[in-house]
């Protein structure tokens, strides 16, 4: 098997690639638009520098070679969402060739304009020309995927590096769009237009199944329906050469000076794999723990500023486990809230000095996501402090005891679980300010001299 991906990502820019029109802001159809996005007669475009300054951070990003010029050409194909019958694309010179992300090869990376958006409403469609001329790149790679799922887990690691140049915002791995080249048994198959990530891998899982069965005898475009499950055939597919790239000559030549790469490359941060790396070794992480708290560039940063006064290994736990488990639950973002380093500190602090238990920190994290509060204060506030007097855990133990029969004798016999509810009703007798370790501790010592009648 071997998949080659073609991923087409919007840069994060404030106006379009050859128009000052914006790239956001009204929904309504055909409203951010103007002559030369909508390809009427005697429009000329002018390219965004900060699109193409966008586009040679990834390329740089991604370790492809650059050219010293590039310039732009015109896709010829005839399309009810491409007013102007063609699309302003890079095709003979483009932006980067050659780069590498982990093991997979890039074999260009190129800027170009994206076509306006078909709505189909019953046996009607409707264009809105509202994306038309929103820039984009496409990344186009080697066929050196052999399976779907290498192909997903490469996708989120380029979303990641993306993020970490600040150019893409992932509102979900929902909105990654991509082309997909796929051969197993016969010739290459491309499967167009499959959006987010989920979809990439269950439309190649489907390919590859049905070519196993139906090999493919000529090139061939599928489209993929996500509802059915299934790809379908659009048309024999045709060669670049079918397009009749031709030199745009309302748009000059462009250059690419050694000091414009040199400026650029000072912009990139670490990123993402390099973090990682940093991660477990400086901080001693495991593989995991580093990859997922490096996957999101606000959460690498909160982590780095917690580990500066916390140990780095009880701040990735609660960061990585409980902070993500509460924002996953509560359907947020951790970009989406205002949560301060030095208030994580100070409850990690709280747990590290045994003042408060898991439980009650875990209760202050869901709090704090709401909105922002000194944990200190508030476990002092509200009496929330761990029962620190072993005699005040003993009586309670004694009095769960006392009124557990049942369950001691259950203990008596072996059962461990019965150990673990008479620890739960000594912390909700204690209203969860007992040390679950001291309870258990003090229950093992009573029960061992505890004779059942």
Known sequence: MKIGIEAHIQLSTLSKIFCSCPTSGSENPNTLTCPTCLGLPG???VLNKEALHQAIKVALALNCSMPTETFFSRKNYFFPDLPKSYQISQYEIPIGINGKLENIRMRRIHLEEDPGALIHKGNTTLIDYNRSGIPLIEIVTEPDFKSPNEVRLFLRKLITILEYLSIYTRKSEATMKADANISTTGEKVEIKNITGLKEIERALEYEAA????????QQETRGWNSEKGITFLQRTKEEESDYGYIFDSDLPKIE?????QEEIKKQIPELFLEKVSRFKTQYKLQAEDAETLAAEKELAELFEQVATNIDPLLAAKWLRRDLMKV?????KELKEIKIDAMHIIELLTLVKERKINDATAKELLIKLIEKPFSPREQVKKHSLEMLSSET????????VIKNNKSVVEDYKKGKQEALHYLIGQVMRLSKGKADPKET?????RLLQKTVVS
């Open 210 to 217: 049905r070519q196993k069965k139906e090999p493919a005898e």
């Open 392 to 399: 005040e855990i003993e009586d309670m133990c004694k009095e």
């Open 327 to 331: 924002l996953h639950y509560n359907k």
């Open 440 to 444: 258990e501790k003090i229950l093992k």
């Open 43 to 45: 429009s000329k475009p």
């Open 256 to 260: 690419i000076s050694k000091s414009l």
